[in-house]
């Protein structure tokens, strides 16, 4: 059972302009996610992160926003640059330090 | 910038056959993690080590895979026999004791035919 859950697949946003990936889970443990970005034929790059006590972390042109009673969190990149385009990862992890990944959505970013 | 390491990047092999994937971790990251990410879906968690001593081997298909850090230093995931389903990328990644955030290496692509 997908613990972690990307619904959209991928994702289409003009240069400039801002993007939003979502993502969200079903296990109320969960207290620290990640997002992470994936070029073909490397390994996923570190983003950002949020701890569930928080519910917004931004760093540059990414901000990270955590709605526990929503069980949502979402990436936000402003603007998007065509470097953005990758896919990009979300998981979360609970006590253990066991991350649950996402399925990803893959961002294109169009100039 | 330090960074994890595997090798190979790829590989091609047939059924039944063995295969070794080789990863060095981040120089002081104390927890080691392999992960199997199959194409179009997330990573999935094989193996955890913490030092050399396996935290988390559950998802781990033990009749064929192994996996071993002796040092708590570098590690080697091996597949014997390999089977067509096992394509996948496997990737490696390190975290520094006591922090959550992980470093992934480059992966190696497997590929069985």
């Known amino acids: 059972d997908q613990q972690v859950k990307q619904n959209s697949p991928s994702l289409s946003v003009q240069e400039g302009r801002i993007s939003i990936l979502n993502c969200d889970y079903t296990n109320s443990m969960f207290d620290y996610f990640l997002w992470y970005k994936k070029y073909p034929a490397e390994g996923p790059t570190f983003l950002i992160s949020i701890s569930s006590i928080k519910d917004k972390n931004e760093d540059g042109r990414f901000t990270v926003f955590l709605n526990k009673s929503a069980k949502h969190l979402s990436l936000h990149i402003v603007p998007s640059q065509p470097g953005d385009s990758a896919v990009y990862f979300c998981a979360a992890s609970g006590t253990g330090n066991q991350f649950y990944f996402g399925t990803g959505t893959s961002l294109t970013v169009i100039p | 910038e330090a960074e994890v390491a595997q090798s190979p990047r790829y590989k091609i092999t047939e059924k039944s056959q063995a295969v070794a994937f080789w990863c060095d971790p981040i120089s002081g990251h104390a927890t080691l993690y392999w992960y199997r990410q199959i194409l179009g879906q997330g990573p999935e968690l094989l193996v955890q080590?913490?030092?050399?001593?396996?935290?988390?081997d559950s998802q781990l298909p033990k009749d064929r895979f192994s996996a071993e850090r002796l040092k708590g230093v570098d590690s080697t995931l091996k597949i014997q026999p390999a089977e067509l389903g096992d394509s996948a990328m496997y990737l490696c990644a390190s975290s520094p004791r006591y922090q959550e955030t992980q470093y992934f290496g480059p992966g190696t692509r497997l590929l069985v035919l």
């Open positions: 080590f913490q030092d050399e001593s396996v935290v988390d």
